[in-house]
């Protein structure tokens, strides 16, 4: 069974930065991931996700602030989050190849 446990989530105050990783237990190379997010009272959505080759896309609302990149040899996956906004407050979840998910981490961004 896959793993994959993020970490890096806290209490920040808007504008400041936050950087989550996402370490899986299995070899993350030819996998695309992806971390996906949930606000309170809101579904599920996408945040940014990155192919095998390093290619990236990014919801509209976080473009210019976050960064998702990987490290293949470390089976690792990051989210550089900068500029954080009230609304950026969700549980944030690392997913691979759109079927194996972690148990999430909580960032929340308020004064």
């Known amino acids: 069974q896959v793993q994959l446990v993020e970490s890096g989530g806290g209490l920040v105050q808007p504008g400041g930065s936050l950087r989550l990783s996402c370490v899986a237990s299995?070899?993350?190379?030819?996998?695309?991931m992806g971390w996906y997010r949930r606000a309170p009272g809101k579904q599920r959505e996408l945040v940014a996700i990155?192919?095998?080759?390093?290619?990236?896309e990014y919801v509209d609302s976080v473009k210019g602030r976050f960064t998702i990149s990987r490290n293949d040899a470390e089976d690792t996956v990051y989210l550089q989050m900068n500029r954080l906004k009230p609304e950026d407050t969700a549980v944030y979840y690392c997913?691979?190849?759109?079927?194996?998910w972690g148990q999430g981490t909580q960032v929340t961004v308020s004064s």
């Open positions: 299995v070899d993350i190379r030819g996998s695309a």
């Open positions: 990155i192919d095998m080759r390093g290619n990236a």
């Open positions: 997913n691979r190849n759109w079927r194996d």
